[in-house]
């Protein structure tokens, strides 16, 4: 059975980090690109950052750009978001999730069950 | 950047009835790369459809998904209870895998 698991949320200042880890079980790690989408309360889904299975290559979106870094260690099956620079706009639940850059399909066709980031004075 | 509107923002209908909900991208998506997802409260996003018309992994046939380009529209059929939700399009065609913003269906 695949599982992700998120953890590493939680409350921070303005301008703090955090680093978000996602841990995979139930089938092949590096043979599946990862990534991470954010919700923020109340509001629809934000593609936020991907990586491929053999980590060469790494994709941001804009807002988030130069601040968060996507990593992943597939010794340990796991994959990492660090968050710098936090901003209040970056309060979401991040949720990380399966896909592929090759084959089909190349939808997000596993979820984790997301982890809380809450960016406040 | 692809930009995906949903319409409409929220779909009121009675269980029995049929929903069709759009999904329109600002340029054509390559591949005809379009996701469906539904989200409950406090839950995660299941996947729906993948490939603007394949159905994932035990979603039942009163689902379905179509279009191409910049259209794409999820029908579904004899609304159930438990279909009551909100429903999210996504674009897996270019990075950034961008998504829309959203329709509620809610119970009429």
């Known amino acids: 059975e695949v599982q992700l698991v998120e953890s590493g949320g939680g409350l921070v200042q303005p301008g703090g980090s955090l680093r978000l880890s996602c841990v995979a079980s139930g089938f092949t790690f590096n043979n599946y690109a990862m990534s991470w989408v954010r919700q923020a309360p109340g509001k629809g889904l934000e593609w936020v950052s991907g990586i491929s299975g053999d980590t060469r290559n790494t994709y941001y979106a804009d807002s988030v750009k130069g601040r968060f870094t996507i990593s992943r260690d597939n010794s340990k099956s796991t994959l990492y978001l660090q968050l710098n620079s936090l901003r209040v706009e970056d309060t979401a639940v991040y949720y990380c999730?399966?896909?592929?850059?090759?084959?089909?399909?190349?939808?997000?066709?596993?979820w984790g069950q997301g982890t809380l980031v809450s960016v406040s004075s | 950047e692809i930009v995906l509107t949903q319409s409409p923002g929220t779909l009121s209908l009675s269980p029995g009835e049929s929903a069709t909900l759009s999904c329109r991208a600002s340029?054509?998506?390559?591949?005809?790369?379009v996701a469906w997802y539904q989200q409950k409260p406090g839950q995660a996003p299941r996947p729906l459809i993948y490939?603007?018309?394949s159905r994932a992994t035990g979603i039942p046939d009163r689902f379905s998904g179509s279009g191409s380009g910049t259209d794409f529209t999820l029908t579904i059929s004899r609304l159930e209870p438990e279909d009551f939700a909100v429903y999210h399009c996504q674009q897996y065609g270019s990075s950034p895998y961008s998504f829309g913003q959203g329709t509620k269906l809610e119970i009429k």
């Open positions: 999730t399966r896909y592929r850059l090759f084959g089909e399909p190349r939808y997000s066709d596993f």
């Open positions: 490939g603007a018309s």
């Open positions: 340029q054509s998506v390559s591949n005809s790369y």
